[in-house]
Nanobody, 121 residues
Framework: QVQVVESGGGLVQAGGSLRLSCAAS????????MGWFRQAPGKEREFLAS????????NYVDSVKGRFTISRDNAKNTVYLQMNSLKPEDTAVYYC??????????????WGQGTQVTVSS
């Protein structure tokens, strides 16, 4: 079982930036990829990006390409999501999840508690 804890959310003005962190732990976590998702009020959870622990290969949803960057620090067992040029529609709870592959349908059920991101106009 993989445990994940997100942090770094907050309130930011439109056009600003935030960096989210996801600390992972668990005996076999290096077997997995890690992904970022978000859920806005009244909407379904949305995949944003994923990254392989071993190769660093990434996968992004088209809507965030060029604005969001996923990265990982294997020494710290942490995955990051750098978010630039934030828009009010980016307001959501952001979640980190352990995944079997970079494909967003392969989440393992190991989710964090989420971190709130609010972008003011």
């Amino acid at each position: 079982q993989v445990q994940v804890v997100e942090s770094g959310g907050g309130l930011v003005q439109a056009g600003g930036s935030l960096r989210l962190s996801c600390a992972a732990s668990g005996r076999t976590f290096r077997m997995y990829a890690m992904g970022w998702f978000r859920q806005a009020p009244g909407k379904e959870r949305e995949f944003l990006a994923s990254i392989s622990w071993s190769t660093g290969s990434t996968n992004y949803v088209d809507s965030v390409k060029g604005r969001f960057t996923i990265s990982r620090d294997n020494a710290k067992n942490t995955v990051y999501l750098q978010m630039n040029s934030l828009k009010p529609e980016d307001t959501a709870v952001y979640y980190c999840a352990a995944m079997q592959t970079l494909n967003p349908v392969t989440t393992t059920g190991s989710w964090g508690q989420g971190t709130q991101v609010t972008v003011s106009s």
